[in-house]
């Protein structure tokens, strides 16, 4: 049982490059989020999906797209990188029915965009 | 939309002592959840806690319990018998549960905890 991998572990990009981010758990949960976590910040999260082919938007949604078209897998994919987008992304997932709706996190992508 | 505020970027505490963090978050609802996740240097988010809105109990976890305070709109965290392995950032999260379990975590800014040997 692998819990939440993400892939790859770091990245370097140029400004303008496109990049996709894989995130994948083996827990069965329904519900799955991507979060990125800059310098003096907590986690703010990006986009989120309740189940397979679904997803949402979230706080700070600009510059990103997702897709969830495997219930274990959600992609966070970047169009053309930009400098702000150099952050530590987080993949997290939970049960539906969970009470408390704790969420099971990835050990993170450092991505830095020169 | 929800804030969560933690005033004390660092804090340094003796081992074997014990410390208390502070976190107040601002909602208009009345059914939710907080948390505090730990992150060592490693990256990897752990959760230490987690107190549910309509309990009103205070959650202990071992060493760590907090101190939730429903109407000042406060969680405080209490780490007895502080220990190296203790030495992280904390933060603490709010989700609300109006969304049918689905929303993601706010989190507040972090607190740098310090163990002094």
């Known amino acids: 049982n692998a819990g939440v991998t993400q892939t790859p572990k770091f990245r370097v990009l140029k400004t303008g490059q496109s990049m996709t981010l894989l995130c994948a758990q083996d827990?069965?949960?329904?519900?799955m989020y991507w979060y990125r976590q800059d310098p003096g910040m907590g986690l703010r999260l990006i986009h989120y999906?309740?189940?397979?082919?679904?997803?949402a938007k979230g706080e700070v949604p600009d510059g990103y797209n997702v897709s969830r078209l495997k219930k274990q897998n959600f992609l966070l994919g970047l169009e053309s990188a930009a400098p702000s987008q150099t952050s530590v992304y987080f993949c997290a997932s939970s049960y539906r029915r969970l009470a408390g709706g704790k969420q099971f996190f990835g050990p993170g992508t450092r991505l830095t965009v020169l | 939309a929800q804030t969560v505020t933690q005033s004390q970027p660092e804090m340094s505490v003796q081992e074997a002592e014990t410390v208390t963090l502070s976190c107040t978050y601002d909602?208009?609802?009345?059914?939710?959840?907080l948390f505090w996740y730990k992150q060592p240097p490693s990256r990897q988010m752990i959760l230490v806690i987690r107190?549910?809105?309509?309990?009103?109990q205070n959650a202990t976890e071992n060493r760590f319990s907090v101190n939730f305070q429903k109407a000042a709109k406060s969680f405080s965290l209490k780490i007895s018998d502080s220990q190296l392995g203790d030495a992280a950032m904390y933060f603490c999260?709010?989700?609300?549960?109006?969304?049918?379990?689905?929303?993601?975590?706010?989190f507040g800014k972090g607190t740098h905890l310090i163990i002094q040997p």
């Open positions: 827990m069965n949960h329904e519900y």
């Open positions: 107190q549910e809105a309509y309990k009103q």
């Open positions: 909602t208009s609802e009345s059914d939710y959840y």
């Open positions: 999906s309740v189940g397979e082919g679904t997803t």
């Open positions: 999260a709010y989700r609300s549960n109006s969304g049918g379990g689905a929303d993601g975590l706010t």
